[in-house]
């Protein structure tokens, strides 16, 4: 069956870096386009950056450009985001997810394939 396991996550300062990292099983991955949500307590979960099958074409939510990259490795099946510079409204519990078409399905959130999270606490 598909699976997708995020890594990475942890309690950090302010100003650290963290990368995530998403294994991925069960599906032809140089097929599906990835991405990355991530849920705060109290809030709805968010789109965070999405990444094509080449790896060309990426996408962000505006909160984040300039900090986070999302990059993909096909030969390991995984995908990974970097975040760098984070900050203490960066905690929440981030989630991979895939999906077979465009980035811009994940930009609306349009998947059915997900991870079970990985927790990123930022402590001021």
């Known amino acids: 069956q598909v699976q997708l396991v995020e890594s990475g996550g942890g309690l950090v300062q302010a100003g650290a870096s963290l990368r995530l990292s998403c294994a991925a099983s069960g599906l032809t991955f140089s097929i599906y386009s990835m991405g990355w949500f991530r849920q705060a307590p109290g809030k709805e979960r968010e789109f965070v950056a999405a990444?094509?099958?080449?790896?060309?074409?990426?996408r962000y939510t505006d909160s984040v450009k300039g900090r986070f990259s999302i990059s993909r490795d096909n030969a390991k099946n995984t995908v990974y985001l970097q975040i760098n510079s984070l900050k203490p409204e960066d905690t929440a519990v981030y989630y991979c997810?895939?999906?077979?078409?465009?980035?811009?399905?994940?930009?609306?959130?349009?998947?059915?394939?997900w991870g079970q999270g990985t927790q990123v606490t930022v402590s001021s």
């Open positions: 990444i094509g099958i080449s790896g060309a074409s990426t």
């Open positions: 997810a895939a999906v077979m078409g465009s980035p811009g399905l994940l930009v609306q959130g349009r998947s059915n394939t």
